[in-house]
């Protein structure tokens, strides 16, 4: 069974532009998580959804983000317009919420590099 | 203070050795833990949850959790250079839901 899938896997921009991430979550999983990772900050959870619904955005940095789930198997994550700040490996992430203590899988990343 | 804290490192360990990673956490109702390795340009991977007190082996890997200390260690036995990764601490404070909060994560150097 394929695991999480994002694209692009590289994204090099130039400040100001938009960028799209997307990400299919396993298939049969319910919940599906957008993580930013950096070195200063480590890494944080950014939003995550329930049966395609956001539950808790309160890691969005700012309104220039925002992320979207119009069906169980895509989601994206827009950044617009984009900053040098921003540049960070995104992580997506999906659950199945029938087990009970809740593993996180994570997909391969997409390293922004915002110029 | 952090939520979830584990000393950055470098922790170095020569091979076969025992390696001891460490984590503490603020919320005292916090409910479930995890532990997740992350080799260098790599996603993180679960290779350990513990959610009661005490300690919980799975085969070279041993978690131990003391929730009235607010402490939770993975301790890795006979120590391999394939070990060599960051390893990250997570905490679920509320149960039900699904929120992971993530320490800054160890990096362990296997020496062979």
């Known amino acids: 069974d394929a695991g999480v899938i994002q694209s692009p896997r590289h994204e090099v921009t130039e400040m100001g532009q938009e960028v799209t991430l997307r990400c299919k979550p396993i298939?049969?999983?319910?919940?599906l998580f957008w993580y930013r990772q950096t070195m200063m900050r480590g890494l944080e959870l950014l939003i995550y959804?329930?049966?395609?619904?956001?539950?808790?955005d309160s890691g969005m940095p700012e309104d220039r983000f925002s992320a979207k789930m119009p069906n169980a198997s895509f989601s994206t994550l827009k950044i617009q317009p984009s900053e040098p700040r921003d540049s960070a490996v995104y992580f997506c992430a999906s659950s199945p919420r029938q087990v009970l203590y809740n593993e996180q899988f994570f997909g391969p990343g997409t390293r922004l590099t915002v110029l | 203070q952090k939520e979830v804290e584990q000393n950055s490192g470098p922790l170095s360990v020569p091979e076969g050795a025992i390696a001891s990673l460490n984590c503490t956490y603020s919320?005292?109702?916090?409910?479930?833990f995890f532990w997740y390795r992350q080799y260098s340009g790599k996603s993180p991977e679960l290779i350990m949850s513990i959610y009661s007190n005490g300690d919980k082996e799975d085969g070279r890997f041993t978690a131990q959790l003391n929730k009235a200390s607010q402490y939770v260690s993975l301790l890795i036995r006979d120590s391999q250079p394939s070990d060599s990764a960051t390893y990250l601490c997570?905490?679920?404070?509320?149960?039900?839901?699904?929120?992971?909060?993530f320490g800054q994560g160890t990096r362990l150097t296997i020496n062979p």
């Open positions: 959804f329930n049966n395609n619904v956001p539950i808790d």
């Open positions: 298939s049969g999983h319910n919940s």
């Open positions: 919320d005292r109702g916090s409910q479930s």
């Open positions: 997570a905490v679920k404070k509320v149960q039900g839901a699904q929120k992971l909060v």
